[in-house]
């Protein structure tokens, strides 16, 4: 089954990040850079996000699972967001909506199984569409209850650390050597490795990158 996603209710927190917790790492006090670091960390989620998943912040979505030309019906549902915090109703064709006894769900990896009215699994049935509006995503560093793994933080940390350091820096220079005869190297054709971010930060969100 093909899906298409709609958001009813977006994150509204993006920023894996605090301010606080930015200025606290540079060592800067003061508000003059308030406005600019904040756009930093708004950069730097944003640059991460992209790699690991549209939206890491808490929002709540309508995934619409269409019946396709194929006569099999698929065991369980795959939802595109997570990690799925809580299913809050599925609904077939529109007008069917099923008691929360007759499905399951696994919210690491964001499966989920149909059941019978015994509890035994069966397999997803539909005549066009089913319909599962779940909430997913994590609570960020700013929210009440966070849970957002400390290594996404940690990383977008470490990204806008990196862009505050490059300021006024030629983007394409690798490193530099002052000591008697200047030398300088850069990177050949994209910035970084492959050009993809820096390492440090690679290495931090690739446990969960998808793909």
């Known amino acids: 089954m093909n899906s298409t996603l709609v958001i009813t209710a977006p994150a509204e927190n993006t920023q894996l990040a605090t301010l606080d917790r930015i200025k606290q790492e540079l060592g800067i006090t003061g508000t003059d850079t308030d406005t600019l670091l904040s756009a930093?960390?708004?950069?730097?989620?944003?640059?991460?996000?992209?790699?690991v998943r549209p939206s890491l912040g808490r929002q709540t979505i309508t995934e619409t699972f269409y019946r396709d030309s194929r006569p099999s019906e698929p065991e369980r549902l795959f939802?595109?967001?997570w990690p799925v915090v809580s299913i809050v109703s599925v609904t077939i064709d529109g007008a069917e909506t099923l008691d929360t006894a007759h499905y399951r769900f696994d919210p690491e990896i964001g499966v989920v199984y149909r059941l019978t009215e015994s509890g035994y699994p069966?397999?997803?049935?539909?005549?066009?569409?089913i319909?599962?509006?779940y909430v997913a995503g994590y609570l960020l560093p700013a929210d009440d209850g966070r849970d957002l793994p400390?290594?996404?933080e940690a990383a977008c940390i470490d990204l806008v650390a990196s862009y505050w350091a490059s300021r006024g820096r030629d983007p394409a220079l690798r490193?530099?050597?002052?000591?008697?005869?200047?030398?300088?190297?850069?990177?050949?054709?994209?910035?970084g490795q492959s050009g993809d971010l820096p390492p440090s930060v690679m290495a931090k969100i690739?446990?969960?990158t998808v793909g």
């Open 131 to 133: 319909a599962i509006e």
């Open 122 to 129: 069966r397999r997803w049935w539909c005549r066009k569409s």
């Open 206 to 208: 690739k446990p969960f």
């Open 79 to 81: 939802l595109r967001r």
């Open 175 to 191: 490193s530099e050597s002052i000591d008697g005869v200047a030398s300088f190297s850069y990177w050949v054709g994209a910035i």
């Open 40 to 51: 930093k960390i708004d950069e730097a989620s944003s640059d991460i996000a992209v790699r």
């Open 150 to 152: 400390a290594s996404l």
